[in-house]
């Protein structure tokens, strides 16, 4: 895997390699977001979303 590139679909795969379900990654969402939105904004753009999906995802 190539950290230049790593998508959506792989970073949900580590996740859940480590244990992490649904839930627990909406969570982790729901943190980020609070402690540092900008930081977050531009994680979920790094990993090439779609503008729509980031304001979903931010949302939660």
Known sequence: MNSANV???QW???FQEI???DATMAQWH????QR??????KFL???NISGN???????L
Do not use: C, T, Y
């Not at 729901?30 to 977001?33: D, N, S």
């Not at 999906?53 to 949302?59: L, Y």
């Open 45 to 47: 753009e790094w990993l």
């Open 53 to 59: 999906e980031i304001a979903e995802i931010r949302s």
């Open 12 to 14: 949900v795969e580590m």
């Open 19 to 21: 244990g992490l379900d």
């Open 30 to 33: 729901r943190v980020f977001e």
């Open 7 to 9: 998508s959506k679909e």
């Open 36 to 41: 540092n939105p900008q930081g977050h904004q």
